[in-house]
């Protein structure tokens, strides 16, 4: 206690103008406070700008290194594939490269505080030992050093990417387009690169491993290259004026890309003719992404300056907003000063004159506020005081009491009001009085603005606090709607694209019910068919069977001409044997009895092949009469089966048509339901513009409550100088 009635006493002797003036400083402190920590905000942000730009300039050098390498595994591929000339081009293609790589080096050394520097050295390292011994490798090992080479370098972008802050860019359209042309451009072109050696080495080598990998390949790319285009997309949402200068580049390459894979995903290689073709069908489809690629980090690099420029900006503005603050309390203060202190200068000199019994004198009037009614009250006292005196004697008398009086009200003009005039029977005894319940009144009215700026400051800092809250939550909230609106509207849209898949699934599923319609008709038939089919293998049964009798007939003519050969043999014999008994004259019977043996020979020969051939015959006939008797219980089976098919058959037919209804049904309630959701996207837009709207009146009206608190602190410290009898100076709790 006894350091606070220090504290006040020192300031309780300090003039008007210096109390106001700790009062301007007192205020001036979180002003000046709140305008460092905004402009090391902005600092900061331009901080995390300009390491942005050094990534993009960091990238940007990257880029022909990004292009070289897959262009220089291309042609390895080709080399070690047979084609000498692309040997030619790799080795020329070597020093580009070696350059391209000190170029890095160089924005490397600027750029430290990316510390990408040990991933460059490795980098380089393996591209040495890719450069002197990729011409010497096998296919494999050439394509698996290249396409480490490649993974290096992607890590790198990625490093860079990560250090320099462009992963966690604040704002939606300069990421999505960082991340377009950061993380998704680089895979990109290396997976198209990719492709063309697969493709080549495909057709080369007609390997179906590599037309496999090829197909799934471009899956991907597919899958990367639609990522991208939404990515994009989002970016042009959020920033249209880099539309018009990206979207020709992104049209181009992604239209190049599909004529690219369309063969492959139709597992169509051989539409390019040969693995040369191949290359150059790949390398037309790069050039659009490259294309892109050196559009789109320029871009990327003017949204970071102009982002620089804005924070810039916001810096100096804030700092003129402190400044012109500071200028105006200043003058606010000083006219306060200037006010207190004049009328309480004019009303002291007055006493003074008083005093010396210059009794006409009286003090200006120069405000309407308590101490212009004070001055108003002692014009009025002096008045009344010049009516009373009428003597000499009396005057010295009133004044000496007019002295008394002056002597005991001089505390007042010093802000001291537990004073009082005493009341006496001389003619000051009114006066006093009077100034008394003057002093009374000042006492009530300076205790009432105490209580008054004390509840008034208490409710604003309160309502300062809920002012602020109220505009945090607005703002986050605001975010959140902005949020929740944006995946409405992608649900709007997936309700459209159900919507119209159901569309689509009502008439494949009448499709259905048709053929379904078509296959048991036709499944009818078949059941006819196969009865007809029976009956048919049935008769060529009956036939088989006779044919089986009848080459047992043949069987049996056939031994009856080998008998006849057989005795024709003997006959022959014996009539050689009487030639040669006749001698001369028989030997032109013997010459014919020859012939006779030989025919026989040869009737026996060919009866002996014609009975083979009967045999074979009858086993064939007797092999197709036990098929045909299969062919007969299984054309019966078939028939059961066609009958249980047409059954089922009917039974989709009736599933069908439920299905119809039911997909039908399920068309209707979607378009209502997207006819629904639209109106909630609406709405939820609605509702996101009022938010911001909520969250900006909150924001002015924290602004405001700001504002009168700094006020009502400054009436409060104003009201200090005033003393109320049996307690201390007001003080703020």
């Not at 006493?351 to 200006?364: E, H, T």
């Not at 499709?511 to 048991?520: N, V």
């Not at 036990?626 to 299984?634: G, I, K, L, N, Q």
Request: with cysteine; net charge negative.
């Amino acid at each position: 206690m006894p350091s606070n009635q220090g504290a006040t006493g020192v300031l309780a002797n300090l003039p008007i103008g210096r109390k106001l003036g700790i009062v301007l400083g007192l205020m001036a402190v979180p002003v000046v406070l709140l305008a460092m920590l905004f402009v090391q905000a902005r600092n900061e942000q331009i901080d995390f700008a300009q390491n942005e730009i050094g990534g993009v300039e960091y990238i940007t050098a990257l880029r022909s290194v990004l292009e070289s390498i897959p262009q220089h595994r291309a042609m390895v591929n080709a080399a070690l594939n047979g084609d000498s000339t692309e040997r030619s081009r790799a080795e020329q293609l070597q020093p580009n490269l070696d350059r391209a790589l000190a170029t890095v080096e160089s924005v490397n050394a600027k750029y430290p505080q990316l510390g990408a520097g040990e991933r460059l050295a490795q980098l380089k390292r393996n591209w040495q030992d890719v450069k002197l011994g990729a011409l010497k490798m096998s296919v494999r090992e050439s394509i698996d050093a290249h396409n480490r080479l490649v993974n290096d370098l992607v890590e790198l972008i990625r490093q860079v990417g990560d250090r320099s802050n462009l992963v966690m860019d604040p704002d939606l359209d300069s990421y999505y387009l960082m991340d377009s042309a950061v993380s998704q451009l680089p895979v990109i072109t290396d997976r198209i690169s990719r492709l063309g050696y697969l493709a080549g080495n495909a057709l080369a080598r007609k390997s179906a491993e590599d037309r496999l990998q090829a197909q799934v390949l471009s899956d991907n790319v597919e899958s990367l290259i639609q990522g991208m285009q939404r990515n994009l997309g989002v970016a042009f949402s959020h920033n249209p004026l880099i539309e018009p200068k990206l979207n020709p580049s992104v049209v181009a390459a992604a239209r190049g890309a599909d004529g690219w894979l369309r063969p492959l995903r139709e597992g169509n290689l051989e539409r390019f003719g040969s693995p040369d073709r191949c290359t150059q069908a790949a390398n037309a489809a790069l050039t659009p992404f490259f294309a892109l690629y050196d559009a789109a980090l320029p871009n990327l690099k003017t949204l970071l300056e102009v982002r620089i420029t804005r924070l810039s900006r916001e810096k100096y503005t804030q700092l003129g907003i402190g400044l012109l603050v500071l200028m105006l309390s200043v003058a606010l203060v000083t006219m306060v000063n200037r006010s207190i202190s004049g009328q309480m200068r004019q009303i002291s000199d007055s006493f003074g004159l008083i005093g010396a019994g210059n009794y006409d004198v009286r003090v200006p009037v120069n405000s309407k506020d308590e101490f212009g009614a004070m001055a108003s009250s002692m014009n009025a006292v002096l008045d009344n005081t010049l009516v009373l005196i009428q003597s000499r004697e009396e005057r010295n008398r009133i004044q000496q009491s007019v002295q008394k009086l002056l002597d005991d009200i001089s505390g007042v003009a010093g802000g001291d009001l537990t004073q009082e005039a005493e009341v006496t029977a001389e003619v000051t005894g009114a006066i006093a009085d009077s100034f008394n319940y003057m002093i009374s009144e000042l006492r009530q009215i300076v205790r009432n603005v105490n209580q008054t700026t004390s509840h008034v400051g208490a409710s604003a800092k309160q309502v300062l606090k809920t002012a602020e809250t109220l505009a945090q939550g607005s703002t986050g909230q605001a975010r959140q709607i902005a949020d929740a609106s944006s995946s409405i509207e992608q649900m709007v849209k997936s309700i459209h694209d159900v919507s119209a898949t159901a569309n689509t699934a009502a008439s494949v599923a009448d499709q259905t019910f048709q053929k379904a319609k078509q296959g048991s008709e036709a499944v009818q038939k078949t059941i006819h068919g196969m009865g007809g089919i029976r009956s048919q293998v049935q008769e060529t049964s009956k036939r088989l069977k006779s044919l089986g009798e009848r080459s047992q007939e043949i069987g049996s003519i056939v031994q009856l001409i080998g008998d006849i050969a057989d005795r024709t043999s003997i006959l022959a014999l014996n009539a050689s044997i009487q030639a040669a008994m006749a001698g001369e004259a028989g030997r032109g019977f013997a010459v014919v009895a020859e012939e006779v043996e030989r025919l026989a020979e040869r009737a026996a020969e060919a009866t002996k092949k014609v009975n083979t051939l009967i045999k074979s015959i009858q086993a064939d006939t007797s092999e197709a009469i036990t098929a045909m008797e299969e062919t007969t219980r299984e054309v019966v089976d078939g028939s059961n089966l066609a009958n249980d098919a047409g059954r089922m058959l009917s039974e989709i037919e009736s599933v069908s048509a439920q299905l119809s209804n039911l997909i039908q049904s399920i068309s209707e309630a979607s378009d209502a339901q997207a006819r629904g959701s639209e109106h909630v996207a609406k709405s939820m837009q609605d509702i996101s513009i009022h938010t911001q709207e909520t969250a900006e009146g909150a924001k002015q009206a924290a602004l405001s409550v700001q504002q009168l608190t700094e006020l009502t602190e400054e009436l409060r410290n104003s009201m200090q100088r005033f003393r109320l009898p049996s307690e201390q100076p007001y003080s703020a709790r």
